[in-house]
């Protein structure tokens, strides 16, 4: 081989040998700066939320909106409810309807309290019986009357009648010595911690997951009324809150907002006992008159989605129970009045609301749209005592009002006596008899919706939602939902 053929295969070799080189060196550089930003990036000062010191942080013992949500960061229930309202386990493993009575539910193995003491089935009872008379949850837990450790690991659920979602039922939150300590013990992603005359939320290194947050320590702002902290968004005191109010003041927030489903339907509530609203075809052409999709636009600037069914549509019985559009059917709700046999002269119509500004906005919207096939309405908005009053003589033909349904979508507040949302309907019509069938006795569903669609009892007409608002100067996909506020909170940060 010549000295000029060696000189040209050693450049080659050379160049070939840098190439090789930078290729190994690049995944090395990569990992190494990827080690280093999660070391650097632990953040204690920057996030912070609202809480109410007048108020408890035990998760059976809190009202205040602000403290329920502040108690997510420390607690865990046995399921969480996601956004399209099914079960998702959390503290809970597995779950089985032992008869139609009886649910049982498996733990997970190993868990611990911050404390790094163990948690048990006989936390989750001693929590259970905590959740009963708590005021978030007595209300949502009345189908289940018992509950027993059967092992360390299983529980056993009584209920009060066949329910098929009663596990949906078990979002309380397990605490240790709930009834002794000013901030019970938890399992979540943080604890609560005192220090130099403040409050935080500090991480959890009993966490049963690999959790490695920005967001080590939080500080938790005293922060006591609704308006407050609204302000404290807009000029940057809090990062964080989940607001459940008028969409008019949600709309005047400066910060990043996300929707949030709820499962609260603002419903038009029918006097069927007596008046022109006891015509069922009158009821038929009240529901086919309204414009679900315009109200939940107009009404809720978008923060609503139509109620298409009884149930909430974005739920799996909601999608497969859908009977109503989102739009008006001006045209058959004409039909329905000529059915009627009413005359023109007798379309009069009384819609009475609370002073909400949301629901104001419905009812005389709703008015218009009564008005569009014939009805001649007038709305009339009271104070709470007074609306109250004429739900209770009957002084309406119409009231707007709003439930919250239930996590195991049960409607019987509107078709029991006892019921809250009851008024002016028939607890024993033929729709009321076919859902008692259905919850109690293993009844169709098909059945009920049907008799629902015929007979109108009520009308649904949004599904409302609330909104997480968050600092514009934090980063990281929110998904944080209603009942799992700080699903991603690992992923959020601050430059």
């Avoid at 990281?476 to 601050?494: C, E, H, L, S, T």
């Amino acid at each position: 081989m010549t000295k000029k053929a060696v000189a040209v295969l050693c450049v080659f070799a050379v160049i070939a040998a840098l190439f090789t080189g930078c290729k190994s060196k690049v995944p090395e550089q990569h990992e190494l700066v990827l080690q280093t930003t999660a070391q650097v990036t632990e953040d204690t000062d920057n996030f912070k939320i609202s809480y109410s010191q007048s108020d408890s942080l035990n998760p059976f013992e809190a009202t205040t909106l602000n403290n329920q949500t502040a108690d997510d960061l420390v607690y865990e229930p046995l399921f969480r409810i996601d956004e399209s309202f099914e079960a998702v386990p959390e503290i809970a493993s597995s779950y089985t309807y032992e008869d139609a009575h009886t649910l049982s539910v498996t733990i997970v193995s190993g868990l611990k309290f911050s404390d790094g003491t163990p948690l048990t089935a006989k936390n989750v009872v001693s929590s259970f019986y905590n959740a009963q008379s708590s005021p978030r949850w007595k209300n949502s837990l009345t189908p289940i009357y018992s509950a027993t450790a059967t092992s360390d690991t299983a529980v056993k659920f009584k209920l009060s009648y066949a329910n098929p979602y009663a596990h949906q039922l078990l979002t309380f939150y397990v605490a240790k010595n709930s009834s002794k300590s000013k901030y019970p013990l938890g399992s979540g992603k943080y604890k609560f911690l005192e220090e130099n005359g403040k409050l935080y939320a500090e991480k959890n290194n009993e966490y049963k997951e690999k959790f490695n947050p920005r967001f080590t320590k939080i500080q938790l702002v005293n922060v006591p009324s609704a308006e407050s902290i609204n302000n404290a968004l807009n000029i940057g005191n809090i990062s964080y809150a989940y607001r459940d109010e008028t969409n008019e003041t949600v709309a005047r927030l400066k910060c990043n907002k996300k929707q949030v489903n709820l499962n609260n339907m603002v419903f038009l509530g029918l006097r069927t006992t007596m008046g022109i609203t006891s015509n069922a075809d009158i009821r038929r052409a009240i529901s086919l008159a309204i414009d679900r999709g315009t109200l939940a636009k107009s009404a809720y600037q978008g923060y609503a989605k139509a109620a298409t069914s009884p149930f909430n549509p974005m739920s799996k019985i909601g999608r497969e129970t859908a009977i109503f559009t989102d739009s008006a059917d001006t045209a058959a709700a004409k039909q329905a009045i000529a059915k009627s046999g009413y005359k023109a002269s007798q379309l009069t119509l009384k819609i009475v609301t609370n002073q909400n500004e949301n629901k104001i906005a419905l009812a005389k919207l709703a008015a218009q749209q009564l008005e569009a096939v014939g009805f001649k309405v007038t709305v009339k908005s009271y104070s709470q005592k007074v609306f109250n009053d004429a739900l209770k003589y009957s002084n309406y033909d119409i009231y707007v009002a709003e439930t919250k349904i239930p996590n195991d979508m049960r409607l019987s507040s509107f078709f029991d006596k006892s019921g809250k949302t009851h008024y002016g309907m028939k607890t024993d019509s033929d729709t009321a008899k076919l859902y008692k069938a259905y919850i109690n006795n293993g009844g169709e569903l098909g059945k009920f919706i049907l008799s629902f669609s015929n007979e109108i009892p009520f009308v649904p007409v949004v599904y409302r939602k609330g909104v997480i608002c968050y600092s514009k100067a934090m980063h990281g996909d929110m998904q944080g939902y209603y009942g799992n506020f700080f699903a991603n909170i690992d992923d959020w940060y601050y430059n």
